[in-house]
């Protein structure tokens, strides 16, 4: 990067970027391409008077020259004493976001900000660039900026260079009145503040910018909505998430990229989102090196040929590191160690709207997973199709899953994924500090008179009272019990019908975790058991799935397995 020594025309260098990638001239994945075709599209929009918003070239310009008076803190160019010079893509990028605003106030038309971009592209830096004018040159009084983030260290990836390049830069301490301590930056005369923050900041903040380094890390979206929900008194608010993919197709970044790639590709409608994504196509092969141009926007600038290229022979090498090359460095979402379902395919299979209450009388199988008195307990409600059903939808099984926990663990300060699923409705809070088995057993026989039950399947290690209650009841309780023997066959079954596309359900969130947890080891006779790589990586729900397919596809279920049922048999020899 070379120092800036002259002014730059900022609007033509944006505008040339933006024609450049529409123009088939750059390698653009899709959702880069969307990105400018909406960005081109809003500026033919913006000249019609009754379109709401404008393209302030001054505005955006302003931020670009202010940005590239900064220094760089870190490697060859910080070694050379040099300011940051901004490549054609951050150009645009700064452009759109700051200089889009409304016709009728001149406020900024986005408030937040979703970008995914590799690693080594200088994403921290210009987001850290991004903040410091955000504190001292937006014009707002009292600002609040912070810099958020899971871990105090991934906090400090953008604060630590906004703080760095306020010190390299006297003349940008006395002019704005900062002053640059030790874990935050400060502007007594209008009582402006900058501050790294950590997990769930909770109430009290009132942010001008929020700035979410790395959000794939966060299990939760507590932090970004604390921060959205605090912005509410100020006048052109911006949040910011800036991060690579990840692993977690379960968690808030996931989630935020769909509802981005939504907007880009004009499903929904979010004018004061601003999204942009680097990445690959799904028809390239990710492990050639043609696709490095594509997903790295500084590609042999700040991330050099030879690095990507030495990390794609690594990645060549073993499993671990292909998918650690694909998240990082192309921003592939690849799932944890060795999981055994697609969650992300199990993702696509929700169908919106899907509701038990539109199967009165159907048959169908109940299964239940009770791990422990304090912990979650799943069950699962499945039906087969008719041959209309699969005649129209292609589908063989239609699964609905409720969950149940005691309330003393849901409130339990690390468990706060487990108040989301509640939020969501996809989590039962039962009172007190074990699981209220009445309540599920009640659950059970209102299915019962809902639902043509065939059977209720349970392994008793858990639940030998309520299985002595549902028989009571008259309820078709069989004995599944948890073994390598009855659970294989059907985990592969569900396996095939979620890779197959044969099986749909609502989509709740809890479900699409757990089932990205579920890991498993094939022993010499080719049998899996489903397991879980950590205690807290709940798998209950996929279980109580595992049961249900068992019970579906083998008729009465296994409820002995062969030896209980003639013993052992001795051959002599």
């Known amino acids: 990067m070379a120092d800036a020594v002259a002014p730059r025309d900022y609007a033509k260098i944006a505008a040339g970027y933006a024609k450049t990638v529409d123009a088939g001239k750059l390698p653009a994945c899709k959702w880069l391409r969307l990105a400018v075709k909406r960005h081109l599209g809003d500026l033919a929009k913006a000249k019609a008077k009754g379109f709401p918003f404008v393209f302030d070239v001054d505005k955006g310009a302003r931020v670009c020259r202010f940005l590239e008076r900064l220094s760089h803190v870190k490697g060859m160019w910080a070694a050379r004493g040099e300011r940051l010079h901004l490549e054609p893509w951050q150009v645009w990028l700064t452009m759109c976001i700051f200089g889009w605003t409304w016709r009728e106030s001149g406020l900024r038309r986005f408030r937040r900000v979703f970008l995914l971009i590799p690693r080594k592209n200088g994403k921290s830096l210009l987001a850290a660039g991004w903040g410091l004018y955000m504190l001292c040159a937006d014009k707002e009084a009292g600002a ?76 939760t979206d507590a932090q970004v909505d604390a921060m959205l929900t605090g912005m509410g008194a100020r006048e052109q608010p911006l949040q910011i998430i800036v991060t690579t993919a990840g692993a977690n197709i379960a968690g808030p970044c996931y989630a935020a990229q769909l509802d981005a ?120 409600i499945m039906l087969r199709t008719t041959p209309e059903e699969f005649a129209k939808t292609g589908k063989r099984f239609i699964c609905f899953m409720r969950y149940y926990l005691p309330e003393d663990t849901v409130d339990e300060p690390q468990n706060e994924l487990y108040r ?145 049922e003639r013993g052992l048999l001795e051959i002599e020899a």
Not at 177 to 200: F, V
């Open 420 to 564: 989301n699923f509640e939020s969501a409705g996809a989590l039962t809070v039962t009172d007190g500090g074990i699981i209220d088995i009445g309540l599920i057993r009640d659950d059970i026989e209102d299915l019962a008179g809902f639902l043509d039950v065939e059977q209720v399947g349970i392994d008793p290690w858990h639940a030998q009272q309520l299985v002595v209650e549902l028989e009571a009841e008259g309820l078709p309780v069989v004995e599944y019990r948890q073994t390598v023997l009855t659970m294989s066959a059907p985990m592969k079954e569900l396996d095939a019908l979620i890779r197959t596309g044969l099986i749909e359900h609502e989509g709740d969130p809890c479900t699409l975790w757990m089932l990205s947890n579920v890991v498993a080891k094939v022993d010499a006779k080719d049998n899996v058991y489903p397991r879980k790589e950590r205690p807290e990586n709940k798998i209950d729900g996929p279980v109580a799935e595992i049961m249900a397919v068992g019970l579906l596809t083998n008729g009465s279920g296994p409820t002995k397995s062969v030896y209980e």
């Open 261 to 380: 790639q939504a907007v880009l590709e004009a499903v929904t409608e979010n004018d004061e989102l601003f999204a942009c994504i680097w990445t690959i196509d799904p028809g390239d092969k990710w492990n050639d090196p043609a696709a490095l141009a594509k997903a790295n926007p500084n590609f042999d600038i700040s991330v050099s040929r030879q690095f990507l290229l030495a990390r794609l022979a690594d990645a060549l090498t073993s499993p671990r590191k292909a998918g650690i090359f694909q998240t990082k460095h192309l921003n592939v979402w690849v799932q944890s160690r060795a999981p055994f379902f697609d969650a992300l395919k199990w993702r696509q299979l929700a169908r919106p709207g899907l509701s038990l209450a539109d199967f009165k009388a159907r048959p169908a199988v109940i299964t239940l997973d009770l791990a422990s008195k304090i912990d979650v307990a799943a069950m699962c």
């Open 144 to 219: 609040e900026v912070y810099s958020g983030a899971s871990t105090e260290k991934q906090a400090w990836e953008v604060f630590r260079p906004m703080r760095q390049m306020t010190l390299k830069n006297p003349q940008l301490m006395a002019f704005f009145g900062i002053e640059a301590n030790a874990k935050h930056l400060h502007i007594t005369a209008n009582g402006s503040r900058a501050e790294p923050i950590i997990g769930n900041p909770g109430d009290g903040a009132s942010p001008s910018c929020a700035i979410h380094d790395e959000y794939h890390e966060h299990e």
